[in-house]
């Protein structure tokens, strides 16, 4: 018994020891990170480490508004990439009922990964106005992308309170308007949480109004198209060839997607550009070894998802389908009419594959799956037997 204790105390030093080579930066909302903004550079914010497992912060003087969500995580060894908590794409909130100087005290334990701040009211304080500004996407319409410090998107107080931005006569593509408003040109205040989106059904000048109401947080864009636009557009293939797997249902072939398309649903591949024929654009693949299963695909406008058209021409519909029902050699077709939005994929075989297997796969009962290989008897999954498609069991 007295080894064994011995063991876990020995153990328990040796966690300890590798805790205290580690340092944990606490990075957030400026307010409570000493002016630092999700800054995990910022020396001034690293956990102070007590010895034992856990680590501690606390910083005074912060001024906290009523209500407002203050976000926080900690990073290991100011890396992303060595640790953080909680998880990417995860924060954690602070939240303060009136509003007044606090001060804040983060602790965290690095072994059970358990991570809190406490904010104790020291002194009032007053929060006076701020800026508000629309910070988000196309670049078309607000000039730089998600640009929180752009003062060419400050938005305007009005007669209520509520704050406006203007913009006239902006020529925007099909796809969709997305954006936040910031407050006093940073992202530490930020609405609406996820970004708001609206979209643009058609190619035109606009003017376009975006609205906030900073008691509500509500936020509101009302884009009026006032004229056509003709906006020169690039057209691309997106797409995978799908096989059947053993739950009978169709899912990306690696393989065979390579050799129709290079990567799969990849908006940025230039390799599978489409080029123009009279009114429509085209792309063909020649000579290009498929297996039973389905050409799934879909046409996208200037490598992007903001434009995108599937079946009968829908936008951001379900995609195109072209099945191959045999094995073998073929030419392979896509044709995008832009007019109507139609995308036609017509393969041509021109040599035969699975069908034309040697004898004893008919007179021996020898099986192939559907990429034209041969399998064991043990193989699940959809075979070839006999010159017969079969689902073993």
């Given at each position: 018994?007295?080894?064994?204790f011995?063991?876990m105390?020995?153990?328990?030093?040796?966690?300890v020891?590798?805790?205290?080579?580690?340092?944990?930066?606490?990075v957030?909302?400026?307010?409570?990170?000493?002016g630092?903004?999700?800054?995990?550079?910022a020396t001034e914010?690293?956990?102070t480490f007590?010895?034992?497992?856990?680590?501690?912060?606390?910083?005074?003087?912060?001024?906290?508004?009523?209500?407002?969500?203050?976000?926080?995580?900690?990073?290991?060894?100011?890396d992303?990439?060595?640790?953080e908590y909680?998880?990417?794409?995860?924060?954690k909130?602070?939240?303060?009922?009136?509003?007044g100087?606090?001060t804040v005290?983060?602790?965290?334990?690095?072994?059970?990964m358990?991570?809190?701040?406490?904010?104790?009211?020291?002194g009032?304080?007053?929060i006076g106005?701020?800026?508000w500004?629309?910070a988000?996407v196309?670049?078309?319409?607000?000039?730089?992308e998600?640009?929180?410090?752009?003062?060419?998107?400050?938005m305007e107080?009005?007669?209520d309170?509520?704050?406006?931005l203007e913009?006239k006569?902006?020529?925007l593509?099909?796809?969709?308007?997305?954006?936040?408003?910031?407050?006093n040109h940073?992202?530490s205040?930020?609405y609406?949480?996820?970004?708001?989106?609206?979209?643009?059904?058609?190619?035109?000048?606009y003017?376009v109004?975006f609205?906030?109401?900073?008691?509500?947080k509500?936020?509101?864009?009302q884009?009026?198209?006032?004229?056509?636009a003709?906006i020169e557009k690039?057209?691309?293939?997106?797409g995978?060839?799908?096989?059947?797997?053993?739950?009978?249902?169709y899912?990306?072939?690696d393989?065979?997607?390579?050799?129709?398309?290079?990567?799969?649903?990849?908006v940025?591949?230039t390799?599978?550009d489409?080029w123009?024929?009279?009114d429509?654009?085209?792309?063909e693949?020649?000579?290009?070894?498929?297996?039973?299963?389905?050409i799934?695909?879909?046409?996208v406008?200037?490598?992007s998802?903001?434009?995108?058209?599937?079946?009968?021409?829908?936008?951001?519909g379900?995609?195109?389908?072209?099945?191959?029902?045999q094995?073998?050699?073929?030419?392979?077709?896509?044709?995008?009419?832009?007019?109507?939005?139609?995308?036609?994929?017509?393969p041509?075989?021109?040599?035969?594959?699975?069908?034309n297997v040697?004898?004893?796969?008919i007179?021996?009962d020898?099986?192939?799956?559907l990429?034209?290989?041969r399998?064991?008897?043990?193989?699940?999954?959809?075979?070839?037997?006999?010159?017969?498609?079969?689902?073993?069991?």
């Amino acid at each position: 018994m007295k080894k064994i204790f011995t063991l876990m105390l020995l153990s328990a030093m040796t966690t300890v020891g590798m805790l205290a080579q580690d340092t944990w930066t606490v990075v957030g909302s400026a307010e409570i990170c000493n002016g630092k903004e999700w800054d995990k550079d910022a020396t001034e914010n690293d956990m102070t480490f007590d010895g034992e497992m856990n680590y501690t912060l606390v910083r005074e003087g912060c001024v906290l508004e009523a209500g407002r969500e203050y976000q926080y995580k900690v990073v290991k060894n100011h890396d992303y990439a060595q640790g953080e908590y909680p998880g990417s794409m995860q924060n954690k909130i602070l939240k303060v009922n009136s509003t007044g100087t606090y001060t804040v005290t983060f602790s965290f334990n690095a072994v059970y990964m358990d991570l809190d701040a406490d904010a104790q009211k020291t002194g009032e304080a007053v929060i006076g106005d701020k800026s508000w500004t629309v910070a988000g996407v196309p670049a078309a319409l607000l000039g730089t992308e998600w640009d929180s410090a752009n003062t060419d998107n400050d938005m305007e107080k009005q007669g209520d309170g509520t704050y406006k931005l203007e913009k006239k006569g902006v020529t925007l593509s099909i796809g969709s308007i997305q954006y936040k408003v910031c407050a006093n040109h940073g992202w530490s205040e930020a609405y609406p949480s996820s970004n708001a989106v609206c979209p643009i059904s058609e190619d035109g000048v606009y003017d376009v109004t975006f609205t906030f109401n900073p008691e509500t947080k509500d936020v509101a864009v009302q884009p009026v198209k006032q004229g056509s636009a003709v906006i020169e557009k690039s057209y691309s293939l997106v797409g995978a060839f799908q096989v059947l797997d053993d739950n009978n249902e169709y899912v990306d072939n690696d393989e065979a997607t390579t050799t129709l398309f290079g990567t799969k649903w990849d908006v940025a591949s230039t390799s599978n550009d489409m080029w123009q024929d009279g009114d429509n654009y085209v792309f063909e693949k020649t000579s290009i070894t498929l297996p039973v299963g389905q050409i799934a695909c879909k046409v996208v406008a200037n490598h992007s998802w903001d434009e995108n058209y599937g079946a009968d021409g829908v936008m951001d519909g379900s995609n195109v389908i072209a099945t191959i029902t045999q094995a073998g050699v073929y030419n392979v077709k896509f044709t995008f009419t832009p007019a109507t939005k139609i995308l036609t994929v017509v393969p041509t075989m021109t040599a035969a594959g699975i069908s034309n297997v040697a004898a004893d796969a008919i007179l021996n009962d020898v099986r192939y799956n559907l990429a034209g290989q041969r399998v064991s008897d043990t193989y699940k999954g959809v075979v070839i037997m006999n010159g017969k498609k079969l689902a073993t069991p």
